[in-house]
């Protein structure tokens, strides 16, 4: 529903939908100043080319020119992390921030926005939809994480459609990131013992390739069970044990010298005594309840890179999504899911100065509720569609300036609950540059837009929110400024940025009172 808003908590913005004859928002302002250092990478980098990056901890600018504070976290970086949580995964970037003390209860912030209006993806697989918007749709085992690509603030057209704060692309690793050169078979064993909780996480990965490095697969079981964890005082802190399974498989067939086919299923599972809005404190209104989450994904990739040809770096993604939640809460019983299904096709070609990265996106997201206390055989359910194209463009314009300017074009439509139809479209452009003013300082400056229109719901809200006939769609802009600069072994980055949320999907219930808020 559409009220004057003044909340600087963008992240609370999400995918709380509208209500009728309400007021339209005032758009949201965030501004913020950002500074991070690290020890790693000995120079500052004003583009990060595609072939190979550096095993060293560093901040660079990943395929584009808006701005020093994009970070590329490496397979190493995880391992010398040891990660086990998302808030591990990025504790050394400022920008990002991860919190939950159980998996379901993980959320991600980029700039203080929440993952609702992030575009995040897995193997190219978004991760689209919540089931619930008090638990996080993010759950993924650090320990099968080959890098991370962190976007923060709305910039390149290849971040994907709707990314009105930024993206973050996870990618898995292939059985040949855990064999080396002369090895054909592999078997990786781990296990885990925390004293706090009396917890245990064991893990299992067998891999290999044969002899003619043509077909490789891997497959990992990873266990963890945990009990309530305590705090300093020694007094239990309820709703923070759970028991989670995942099982991985990955399969790789290197076609020829310059073509590939990969196929992944990912299944995850988490149960428990879960707090009903596992991200807050345990309360006479917010206890531990029986609760179970699953999310299943499986991804087909397709590469075609001719080194012999400039024009032909052309890639396919194909997934499908399902994020699961069936929960007891009060002795009410319900359970749903956001499905989704999707597809991006890309080509890079270069042409003299120019890098051009340009291709479409197609997703279908299916939002669904059980409620059997609701009424006897209760089911909502709501369908979207995003049909998207991009180019994006990356000069070098000369040895100390990199140019970089790309627009995308996005349609969503939706059909909700209550049988209305929403149609919206709209362009994402982005101008951005980055000048090398000595080999160890360099500075950048970018301005891009984002486009957003009406997505499904949270399934659990399906039962009791309604969408405003007027509906609108999203829009993001960002300016920002960027420096980086090194010294020795010792790297610096600082930036500032400025971030305009207009027309924000927001809501509330009128005249209701559900279990559900």
């Not at 459609?161 to 002369?182: E, Q, R, V, Y």
């Not at 029986?290 to 032909?312: F, H, I, M, Q, V």
């Not at 301005?447 to 829009?475: C, H, M, Q, W």
Request: charge should be negative; aromatic fraction near 8%.
């Amino acid at each position: 529903m559409r009220t004057p808003f003044k909340q600087h908590n963008t992240h609370k913005l999400g995918h709380l939908q509208h209500l009728p004859n309400l007021h339209k928002l005032n758009k949201q302002h965030v501004i913020s100043l950002c500074v991070a250092s690290a020890i790693g990478s000995a120079s500052a980098f004003a583009e990060v080319k595609t072939e190979k990056y550096s095993d060293i901890e560093m901040i660079a600018v990943i395929g584009q020119a808006t701005s020093g504070l994009d970070r590329l976290i490496t397979a190493d970086d995880l391992q010398n992390l040891h990660a086990d949580s998302l808030s591990d995964v990025f504790r050394q970037d400022p920008s990002v921030s991860a919190g939950g003390s159980i998996g379901m209860g993980q959320k991600i912030y980029m700039r203080n926005i929440g993952e609702d209006l992030l575009n995040i993806s897995i193997d190219g697989a978004e991760q689209s939809g919540a089931v619930f918007h008090h638990a996080g749709r993010i759950v993924i085992e650090p320990e099968l994480l080959k890098q991370v690509e962190i976007e923060a603030g709305t910039g390149s057209a290849t971040a994907g459609p709707g990314a009105l704060g930024g993206s973050i692309k996870l990618t898995t690793k292939d059985p040949d990131d855990l064999l080396a050169k002369d090895e054909n078979f592999g078997a990786l064993i781990k296990s885990s013992y925390f004293s706090n909780g009396d917890g245990f996480k064991n893990s299992v990965t067998v891999f290999g390739r044969d002899t003619n490095d043509v077909f490789s697969a891997m497959a990992s079981v990873v266990a963890s069970d945990f009990d309530n964890v305590e705090d300093a005082d020694g007094t239990e802190i309820i709703g923070t044990g759970s028991e989670q399974t995942l099982g991985y498989a990955k399969i790789v067939a290197n076609l020829s010298e310059h073509q590939f086919l990969s196929l992944s299923h990912e299944g995850l599972k988490e149960d428990g005594d879960i707090l009903y809005r596992p991200e807050w404190i345990a309360s006479s209104r917010n206890t531990a309840e029986p609760t179970a989450g699953e999310r299943k994904t499986t991804t087909l990739n397709y590469g075609l890179n001719d080194t012999n040809n400039d024009l032909l770096d052309f890639s396919v993604n194909v997934y499908n999504t399902k994020n699961y939640q069936s929960r007891e809460f009060r002795t009410s019983f319900y359970d749903g899911a956001v499905k989704s299904k999707g597809a991006t096709i890309q080509n890079i070609s270069i042409v003299g100065q120019h890098q051009l990265i340009y291709g479409l996106n197609f997703r279908d997201d299916t939002s669904y509720l059980n409620d059997i206390d609701f009424a006897p055989d209760a089911y909502f359910e709501e369908t979207g569609k995003i049909k998207g194209l991009y180019l994006q463009d990356v000069i070098d314009v000369s040895s100390a300036l990199t140019v970089s300017a790309g627009m995308r074009f996005d349609n969503y439509q939706l059909s909700d609950i209550n049988g209305l139809e929403f149609d919206e479209s709209g362009v994402s452009p982005n101008l951005s540059a980055n000048f090398a003013l000595t080999n160890d300082l360099s500075i950048s400056a970018g301005y891009a837009e984002a486009f957003r229109g009406p997505e499904v719901k949270d399934a659990f809200k399906l039962s009791i929110y309604s969408n405003d006939v007027s509906l609108e769609a999203e829009t993001a802009k960002n300016l920002e400024f960027g420096l980086d600069y090194a010294l020795g072994n010792a790297s610096f980055a600082g930036g500032v940025y400025r971030s305009d949320i207009e027309t924000p999907i927001a809501g509330m219930c009128l005249g209701q009172t559900s279990i559900l808020i």
